[in-house]
Each structure stands twice: as C-alpha cells, then as structure tokens.
C-alpha cells in the first residue's frame, strides 16, 4: 500500500521561504507524478503544482515564480519551496500521486494525511 | 481566466439520489478534461472516489458513479446515507500541464 507523509516546520514567519517535504513509502517514486494541494482554512482545494520523477514540473500560474517543486528519487522524497510567504498562504499542505495509465494523468490516487502550516510573526 | 464551477451546497435525503456537477465558466466539459472527484469530510484529507471520468477508485461503493452530462462533468450519489454528508470537489486538467479545482460542494443528507 503506497502511503504519502508531509513533513516539515507548522509555523513560519511573513516573507520567508515555506519548505516542505512528502516522503513516500510502500512505492516506488520512479515512474510517476506527483503533486502538492493546499486548503486554507475554510476554504476549497487549490492545486499548487505537481514534478515528474524526471524533474519535469508545473505550477499554479496564481502563485507565480514563488513555487519551487523538486524531487530526490534516491530518498524517495519529492518537496515544495514557496517563497515569500504571507498569511495567505496558511493552509493545511497534502502531496499526492498522479493516477497515469499508459502515461495520461486523470486524477489523483493516492494522498498524504496533510500538514498544517501557519505563517505569523 | 475559466474557472471550475461547483454547486455551493445540495441536499439529499436518505437513499435519494444526487447529482453533483462541475462545469466551467467558459465552455464545456468533456473527456478531455480528466475530470476527478473527491470526497472530504472535515479535519480528513481529501479521498478519491472517481477518476478519468468514470472510473471508480479501488473501495469505492458503486453507489458513486461519474459521467458527462451535457456540458458538465457530474458525480452520481445513489442510495445516499448519512455517511455520504461532506464535501465534494472536482478536479479538472485545463491543458498544459495546469490542472484546477472546483469550490467544492457541500453536500447535507437529511
């Protein structure tokens, strides 16, 4: 059974850089995608942006050059850097894994329990 | 820029049936789209109940079913119980590489 963990700081500071990292168990990280998901609080989903084991990636064009996703196959771990964070960008962080049957993406399946992380001074 | 639509809020009665829908601000929905849906209930993360459409999630009670009607993708809820109260959200691929949620649907059985 593939199992997705966040993990990473609960609080950080307006203007500096939000890091976080999804280890991934059960599974391989070679052959997929995966991708980081946000919520706010009391708010809806927002897809942040999602790398392939290769280091290909895509981001929300919302969030700008803020977001940085990188993988490292050999930890079985892939992360996201947001840079310049603000209170709106406290949310509850999930990872997840790309469903890709012969290489076309059509949904997620698999999904981290999620982390809160909260920007305050 | 599109956006992904969602009803707001639904209600449903015990073993009634549901449909929810996710459409756009600016044109159809179709296969193309990969449509998703995802089931949450508050503090739990997200759980996929049906992808590529139509095809259901491993676990998944075929009372969730997921097709395109007209111009919007849609998550069936047939025989709904109590159990089935929580949010849904649809999930859309928009092309190049850009994938988007819907607000979300706040779904009551009672």
């Not at chain 2, 999930?91 to 819907?102: A, D, E, H, T």
Request: contains cysteine.
């Amino acid at each position: 059974q593939v199992k997705l963990q966040e993990s990473g700081p609960g609080l950080v500071k307006p203007s500096e850089t939000l890091s976080l990292t999804c280890t991934v168990s059960g599974g391989s990280i070679s052959g997929y995608y995966w991708s980081w998901i946000r919520q706010p609080p009391g708010k809806g989903l927002e897809w942040i942006g999602y790398i392939h084991y290769t280091g290909q990636t895509n981001n929300n064009p919302s969030l700008k050059s803020r977001v940085g996703i990188s993988v490292d196959a050999s930890k079985n771990q892939f992360s996201l850097k947001l840079t310049s964070v603000t209170a709106a960008d406290t949310a509850v962080y999930y990872c997840a894994r790309y469903h890709c049957p012969n290489g076309i993406c059509n949904g997620y399946d698999y999904w981290g329990q999620g982390i809160r992380v909260t920007v305050t001074s | 820029q599109t956006v992904v639509t969602q009803e707001p809020s639904f209600s449903v009665s015990p073993g009634g049936t549901v449909t929810l829908t996710c459409g756009l601000s600016s044109g159809s929905v179709s296969i193309g789209y990969y449509p998703s849906w995802y089931q949450q209930t508050p503090g739990q993360a997200p759980r996929t109940l049906i992808y590529n459409t139509d095809t259901r999630s491993s676990g998944v009670p075929d009372r969730f079913s997921g097709s395109i009607i007209g111009n919007k993708a849609a998550l069936i809820i047939t025989g709904a119980q109590a159990d089935d109260e929580s949010d849904y959200y649809c999930l859309l691929y928009m092309g190049s590489g850009i994938w988007m949620f819907g607000g979300g649907t706040k779904l009551t059985v009672l």
